[in-house]
């Protein structure tokens, strides 16, 4: 029996169209931050403040973090290179999620990981989903979603 729950009974396209959605909003979120680690804080505030938090390596964390947000979030804006971009800002943030934020509880309001982790697994998802039909990928027959 057929009910809206059954993946059979799926709009067509419904799947491309939530990674298309799901990948350009983080996307978005990551430019966002990436951005902020250049131009307000610069990387050498960003190395500074990584090396307070006890980050192993500060200034190569610094500089590889803001590379994943800016060049990662643009490939999944666009959609291109989609699963190795979702895999290393997951990598990013798993990061993040274990060496600043665990410790402090859920709560974002209060520096937590509740937006560390909904964004590794959305990463997570687009990684092993791929960017759908929707995207660069897609036009070039890469690993695309299928219905």
Known sequence: MRTLLHPASRLPGSLDLALLVTRVALGFILLAHGWQKLDTYTLAGTAASFGDMGIPLPTLAAYFVTAV???GGAALVLGVLTP???LLNMV???GALVLVHVQ???FV???CYELVLALAVGLLIVALQGAGRYSIDGLLG???ASQ
């Open 84 to 86: 190795l971009a979702g």
């Open 69 to 71: 947000e800016l060049i």
């Open 109 to 111: 309001e209060n520096g």
């Open 104 to 106: 402090s509880g859920v």
């Open 92 to 94: 990013s943030l798993l």
């Open 142 to 144: 890469r690993r695309v």
